[in-house]
């Protein structure tokens, strides 16, 4: 009985892998019918006729032009080298790779490599932690996995066991790009790009070898005009992959360019073009039969800058000239130290600003080929002291006191402080003079830049009003530009206590005259002036005058003019700030405009900066019965307020038509 019940389980269980058998073999029947009948054609059609793919029409970035239309930032057709994942022969990546970089090398061309790695063995961590720590993540490594770890599994993963090291960094380092990319059979690989016309050759005449390597046209970002304002300009740069984690990626893929800096950055959103769809048919050899465009591309919008190209190159030559002839004439300690320098000129009521420009500066053509040049070059020529830069105003603040004076009715135009080069009133503190004027008003306390005057009424009216004007005038606050920007600090006891410092009687007087901790940027200070001339009202200051279509067939956006204050200065206190203003250009700098023929309503300063040195700052605003520009310029221990004055002057000259003559070499050091 045993044996007969063994042997029906046995039987049951042959049934029941036949019966599974059965199924198994019906499925495949099933689906080889439906291939063969049902999807036959397709497949077919697929051998015969080939597959289509949809591809990317990369989208012109927008324009960026000064404010007559003339190019600041375009771009130029270019190109690149690519790899089409659904042409190329499989597992040849290696070979082509080494292949195309030798024909690059030969050509002294580069190619898209950001592998965190050195390129010569023993190999060693480079780039940012951010950077290595992807890389490891990518290979699947401990945070602590060392150099040696990752080399050995990027080998491992590419296939690369055989290769020298010299071999090996050249293609892991675009194999862990092609990865870091996306690079699929949908999304094409940038090998290089901007390539020469020898290396397409090349590459076409052995494109039986380069199967799947094609030449594609992309845009190149050019700067017609790289040495205007370049700081305002900015720059574009392959986006990092940190950047990308906070992207559209709808919008934008990791072989795309960004703004990094300056406007390409602040209208990155409008420059960046809107990339189109190409339907590509292939046939079964891989050829292209047909292309279709799916969705055209749409360029960015022309961003319209506030700048005047030809004004930006005055004020910047301008600047130059008088740095160079500080250092090659004047004597040590009186300007001959003389380092960087900047100068800003802005539209009064619009807050356009026509020129910003820094000294030394560079050139957005050259800037990657110069770049490490430029990081060991002296004077920092790749900080943009217009917007980021903060200074000590120095007697530039003291029409800022007479102002708020004048409006708290503390004094009158005919208010007299008896100056005798030193100030009694405190016993601990008493600071002087640069001079011994006896009794004095406030428009020519203002031309002689009196200290004794402005400690006074400073010290009756106390930090707190000087702050509130001050903060009319938009020093220590933000301008309104569109780019990156420091706002300093009016010298307060607020700051003092944060940052550990006591304050004290002396603390007030020395803000009164533009000392202590008082810092603001040069466009704040060209504002503040530019304030001062539209009677107290304040705008926004800014570089971009509107957004346009990119063929300028529409205006898309215009900067709209932003009180941002107003003190409802009087007409008296205006007439009286004027009065001592253009005292100023007669006394403190009136060896530059004696020959002018234009009123010029202006400031000097000289800020200490060691105790040895001190920068020149001078500003004004001309013509003086109707205000038309605004300039502030300042040189680094530059020595006396007035050196920077022959800056502003060549300015003028030139704003307004007159003949511009040489700054004179000698006359200005000593007035």
Not at 24 to 48: C, D, P
Not at 88 to 106: A, Q, T
Not at 574 to 590: A, K, N, P, R
Not at 615 to 639: H, L, M
Request: proline share 3%; aromatic share 12%; net charge negative.
């Amino acid at each position: 009985m045993a044996e007969n019940k063994d042997v029906n389980v046995s039987k049951a269980r042959q049934i029941i892998v036949i019966v599974f058998v059965l199924i198994i073999a019906s499925i495949f029947f099933v689906r080889l019918m439906t291939m063969q009948i049902v999807e036959g054609e397709s497949y077919r059609s697929y051998l015969t006729e080939g597959y289509s793919v949809t591809k990317t029409i990369e989208a012109a970035r927008g324009n960026i032009v000064d404010r007559y239309g003339r190019s600041l930032a375009g771009n130029t057709v270019c190109y690149d080298i690519t790899f089409d994942k659904n042409n190329i022969v499989k597992d040849s990546e290696n070979s082509v790779i080494l292949e195309l970089i030798s024909i690059l090398e030969k050509n002294g061309e580069e190619w898209l490599d950001n592998l965190p790695l050195t390129k010569e063995a023993p190999f060693e961590y480079t780039g940012t932690e951010t950077s290595r720590t992807r890389l490891r993540k990518h290979l699947d490594l401990a945070e602590f996995a060392s150099a040696e770890d990752v080399v050995f599994r990027l080998r491992e993963k590419y296939g690369l066991e055989e290769m020298n090291d010299e071999d090996f960094r050249k293609v892991a380092g675009v194999r862990y790009e092609m990865d870091r990319v996306g690079y699929n059979y949908v999304t094409p690989y940038t090998f290089a790009k901007d390539v020469s016309t020898a290396t397409i050759n090349i590459i076409s005449e052995h494109s039986y070898y380069f199967q799947g390597i094609e030449i594609t046209e992309s845009y190149e970002r050019e700067y017609p005009n790289g040495d205007v304002a370049p700081h305002v300009i900015g720059l574009t740069g392959i986006i990092y992959e940190e950047e990308y984690e906070k992207l559209d990626k709808s919008v934008y893929g990791m072989n795309d360019i960004i703004g990094k800096s300056g406007l390409e950055s602040a209208f990155e959103s409008v420059l960046k073009g809107k990339d189109g769809k190409m339907k590509v048919t292939y046939d079964a050899e891989g050829e292209i039969i047909s292309e279709e465009i799916i969705e055209e591309a749409v360029p960015g919008a022309t961003v319209v800058s506030t700048i005047d190209m030809d004004l930006q190159r005055v004020t910047y030559n301008a600047l130059e000239k008088q740095i160079l002839n500080l250092r090659n004439t004047a004597k040590p300690g009186m300007g001959k130290e003389s380092e960087g320098g900047v100068a800003v000129v802005i539209e009064i009521g619009t807050g356009e600003i026509l020129a910003a420009a820094n000294y030394p500066s560079y050139n957005l053509s050259t800037y990657y080929e110069d770049y490490s040049t430029l990081l060991e070059t002296e004077y920092t020529p790749l900080f943009n002291r217009a917007a980021e830069g903060l200074y000590a105003p120095g007697s530039t603040f003291k029409p800022v006191v007479a102002t708020a004076a004048l409006q708290l009715e503390n004094i009158t135009a005919r208010s007299m402080v008896d100056c005798q080069h030193v100030y009694t009133y405190f016993t601990d503190y008493q600071p002087t003079c640069l001079g011994h004027h006896g009794k004095i008003n406030v428009r020519h306390a203002l031309g002689y830049s009196c200290n004794i005057f402005f400690y006074e009424i400073g010290r009756i009216m106390g930090i707190n009003n000087i702050r509130q004007y001050a903060y009319y005038y938009g020093l220590g606050e933000p301008t309104g530009i569109e780019i990156k920007e420091r706002t300093g600090q009016v010298s307060n006891p607020d700051w003092a206590n944060d940052n550990g410092i006591y304050w004290n009687n002396g603390d007030v007087l020395q803000a009164s005259i533009g000392q202590g901790y008082s810092l603001f940027s040069p466009i704040q200070m060209a504002n503040y002036v530019a304030t001062i001339a539209n009677k107290g009202v304040r705008v926004n200051a800014h570089f971009v005058k509107s957004i346009n279509a990119y063929d300028f067939s529409e205006v898309l956006y215009e900067t709209p003019v932003e009180v941002l204050s107003d003190m409802e200065m009087t007409d008296y206190t205006y007439e009286t700030v004027l009065s001592g203003m253009l005292q100023s250009s007669q006394d403190s700098s009136g060896f530059v405009w004696g020959d002018f023929d234009m009123k010029v309503a202006s400031k000097t300063g000289t800020p200490q900066t060691t105790t040895k040195t001190v920068n020149s700052t001078f500003i004004c605003f001309a013509p003086a019965d109707d205000p038309q520009i605004a300039i502030a310029v300042i040189i680094e221990k530059g020595w006396q307020g007035y050196t920077a004055a022959p800056v502003a002057k060549e300015i003028l000259q030139y704003y307004f038509g007159t003949e511009t003559g040489d700054i004179p070499e000698t006359e200005i050091l000593v007035p």
